[in-house]
């Protein structure tokens, strides 16, 4: 029984790479765009703007406490409703790069915010720019503190697009979804499913150690 | 060459600066000093508008600080600022960190900001410690570096708020030394500082602040023998005792 299982799930195997990859390209397109938008988000919430920055915080906080499951249903179900008819892939990314966005955010605020005031206040007597402040002064050392938790957060969001596999994405959780259908093993097939995405978080989960570990030992001035 | 007219700051309800009246000619030297929380840091942070001012005039340099219309980053470029704790940027080195607002403010090219910027350490006596990091410097050497970062933008003005607070006792004088320098070449310089011995050989003038007022300014000889507030008195008998 079990090697006919086996041979199975090999014959299903391109089926389940085929999720793999549109799980790829589900979260590193939501990364991408869930990490620029957040990094803009986050630098938006530490200027002296307080309606931008209770605005932005007050969608963060909406995002962070609903489940993602809901977010995507509102996306792909509820906004037809509105006139907004997107497929379920733009949808998936959508949804994705929102959440990603919005923990991303916070994430970089609390990098730039942990920089010390000091550094901005001589930038600024030395009559740079805001820009160029952000970008030759605080930035760099910001980077130290959000590096580490960015590469977590990626790890996680990647986990969380399986999610999407509920709005008809095939990625690899759904091919575990029809595989399971065939091959009555839930073991074997989502044990499946586990391992691949294991593979894409593991070596993200030791960047993100070795850069702690890095940006722990960093210099710093007094 | 800064000009207080009537000058008044708030923080919340604390008036930390009242009626300020205060001019400081180009080339002189002024010391302030006073308790702490007199409102002279505040003072020295306003003439670069890191501190808005609320009420008054304030002219540096001729253009009106107190005016929002006012391009500051243009005026911040003509003022070097030190602070206590330093500020040098972590992740730069010496070299780099002097360099920086050269290249990027006054857009000179990147190989002139480094011979300037190596030239400028080398008279801070720096010349060996280019390409050290911050953390690889003793605090009177970062404070060095950080005079020179201001030196590098040549300033028309320069400004330490407590130089020297910051430090160890066996480094404030390579500090002293070379801010006697900048005030033998003339240099436009309000320090505050509690260095008396620094005041009475290199100000021009010397002024006391308390509680948000400028009490008494007067040249330091004067200041330090014959002081007429009783108040001032009062002050320099705790700080000239040790």
């Known amino acids: ?222 | 060459m800064i000009i207080f007219r009537e000058v008044h700051k708030w923080f919340g309800k604390l008036h930390v600066l009242n009626d300020i009246n205060l001019e400081v000619g180009a080339g002189e030297v002024l010391v302030l000093c006073g308790p702490s929380g007199s409102g002279k840091s505040t003072l020295i942070r306003c003439i670069n508008r890191l501190e808005p001012i609320q009420k008054g005039e304030l002219i540096v340099d001729g253009m009106k600080v107190h005016d929002h219309r006012t391009n500051m980053r243009k005026l911040r470029a003509e003022i070097g600022f030190v602070f206590q704790q330093f500020n040098l940027y972590p992740h730069m080195t010496a070299l780099q960190n002097v360099a920086l607002a050269p290249t990027k403010v006054r857009k000179t090219s990147k190989r002139e900001a480094m011979d300037l910027g190596r030239q400028v350490l080398g008279k801070v006596g720096l010349g060996d410690k280019i390409d050290s990091y911050p953390a690889q410097l003793s605090g009177g050497q970062q404070q060095r570096v950080a005079i020179a970062r201001g030196l590098c933008m040549r300033p028309k003005i320069m400004l330490f708020d407590e130089p020297t607070s910051a430090l160890d006792p066996e480094m404030i004088n390579e500090v002293l030394e070379v801010m006697k320098d900048l005030a033998g070449e003339g240099m436009t310089m309000v320090v505050v500082t509690h260095e008396m011995g620094f005041a009475r050989e290199v100000a021009h003038r010397v002024a006391i602040m308390d509680m948000g007022q400028v009490i008494e300014i007067a040249p330091p000889e004067e200041f330090f023998s014959n002081p007429k507030n009783e108040r001032t008195r009062l002050f320099l008998s705790k700080i000239l005792r040790h």
């Open chain 1, 1 to 222: 029984m079990w090697t006919y299982y086996l041979t199975e799930l090999a014959h299903s195997l391109p089926f389940f790479l085929k999720g793999l990859w549109m799980t790829i390209a589900v979260s590193g397109i939501s990364l991408a765009g869930g990490t620029a938008i957040g990094f803009a988000w986050g630098i938006l919430r530490t200027r002296k703007n307080r309606f931008i920055d209770h605005l932005i915080g007050a969608w963060v906080d909406l995002i962070r406490g609903t489940p993602f499951l809901v977010q995507v249903f509102i996306v792909f179900f509820i906004l037809p409703e509105a006139g907004v008819h997107l497929e379920a892939f733009p949808a998936a990314v959508l949804a994705l790069t929102n959440l990603g966005a919005c923990f991303i955010c916070e994430i970089v605020a609390a990098g730039i915010r942990s920089v010390p005031w000091g550094q901005k206040e001589a930038a600024t007597a030395s009559g740079l720019t805001e820009l160029q402040q952000l970008r030759y002064v605080v930035m760099p050392q910001a980077m130290k503190t959000i590096l580490p938790p960015l590469v977590g957060q990626y790890v996680l969001l990647i986990k969380d697009s399986s999610v999407v596999s509920a709005i008809g994405v095939m990625d690899v959780t759904r091919a575990g979804w029809l595989t399971v259908q065939r091959v009555p093993q839930g073991l074997l097939v989502f044990g499946l499913v586990g391992i691949l995405y294991f593979i894409i978080c593991y070596p993200l989960i030791h960047l993100s150690n070795f850069l702690e570990r890095k940006m722990g030992g960093g210099t710093t001035s007094f």
